[in-house]
């Protein structure tokens, strides 16, 4: 009995994609925690604009970041059709606000791209790669990124 031919597995990595200001993003399925519906926060003072304020998550208080305000776009205005969409990074867990979780994104390693144009020195930096795809161009979120840029303001 001949012995199959070696396959080669291309390695895949899946990503939950968002909508952000009306715009495409993702984030790796592996930091994404749980997705929940859109519930009131309560504010900080003295916080940056893109903090939404802090969440109780079954006794653990969580801030919640506006992505689309991170990123320089127009403020959400929160509803209850948005998301809070959890994620974990380390020790550390934060609420994203998107205006929708669409679906889970299965990519080949080979089909990620640089994300040009992003700089170091401000926001964007939380976008390390994109993604083509028939819908167009999906921007990746870097959680970490997200995280040091909480910290540096908080």
């Known amino acids: 009995m001949p012995l199959e031919p070696d396959v080669k597995t ?3 990595q899946l990503f939950s994609t968002l909508s952000v200001a009306g715009q495409k993003y993702c984030i790796d399925i592996m930091r994404v925690r749980e997705n929940r519906r859109w519930s009131p926060t309560t504010t900080l003072p003295h916080s940056p604009p893109f ?3 802090t969440m ?3 006794g653990e208080v969580i801030p919640i ?3 689309a305000c991170m990123f320089g776009l127009p403020p959400i205005v929160p509803t ?3 998301v809070v969409v959890i994620v974990e ?3 550390r867990i934060i ?3 998107v205006e929708a979780v669409r679906r889970i994104l299965s990519v080949e390693a080979d089909q990620i791209r640089e994300a040009p144009g992003a700089r170091k020195e401000c926001t964007m930096s939380c976008v390390c790669g994109l993604v083509t795809t028939d819908d167009g161009m999906i921007r990746i979120i870097d959680v970490e990124d997200v ?3 909480m910290d540096e303001v908080l």
Request: glycine share 12%; proline share 4%; aromatic share 0%.
């Open 10 to 12: 291309v390695p895949v």
């Open 51 to 53: 903090m939404m304020g």
């Open 56 to 58: 109780n998550l079954r």
């Open 65 to 67: 970041v506006d992505l």
């Open 80 to 82: 209850d059709r948005h």
């Open 89 to 91: 990074h380390g020790n």
């Open 95 to 97: 609420g994203l606000a």
């Open 147 to 149: 995280v040091k840029a």
